[in-house]
């Protein structure tokens, strides 16, 4: 079964930064794709940052530049360094893993083709204050 776990959401002051770290279980494939979403209340769910089992990485054009997302293969993490935060960065931010057919496009992971499975967090808030 594949679990995912957020964790290193908070609370800051506009300009701060936060790290947030998932930790992935569950799976043994050498291809994935994995990345960051977020979701603010009343909007829809966007992909913030993503990067592939190879290490190739992309990211939104909203937050480009200022977070960076990284992953461990060796213990299954991944994590997306936030620095410059705005008040518009406020939302919960999900955690997902993309398995068996996916691409990766403007910091967006997509499941692509008959067999391309997602497997989502349960997301970590973050709250940026002005």
């Known amino acids: 079964q594949v679990q995912l776990v957020e964790s290193g959401g908070g609370s800051v002051q506009a300009g701060g930064s936060l790290r947030l770290s998932c930790v992935a279980s569950?799976?043994?494939?050498?291809?994935?794709?994995m990345g960051w979403f977020r979701q603010a209340p009343g909007k829809e769910r966007e992909g913030v940052a993503g990067?592939?089992?190879?290490?190739?990485?992309s990211y939104s054009e909203s937050v480009k530049g200022r977070f960076t997302i990284s992953r461990d293969n060796a213990k299954n993490t991944l994590a997306l360094q936030m620095n410059s935060l705005k008040p518009e960065d406020t939302a919960m931010y999900y955690c997902?893993?993309?398995?068996?057919?996916?691409?990766?496009?403007?910091?967006?992971?997509?499941?692509?083709?008959?067999?391309?499975?997602?497997?989502w967090g349960q997301g970590t808030q973050v709250t940026v204050s002005s």
């Open positions: 569950g799976y043994t494939h050498s291809q994935y794709c």
């Open positions: 990067i592939t089992s190879g290490g190739t990485s």
């Open positions: 997902a893993v993309f398995l068996d057919g996916w691409v990766l496009a403007g910091g967006r992971c997509r499941s692509s083709g008959t067999s391309g499975r997602n497997y």
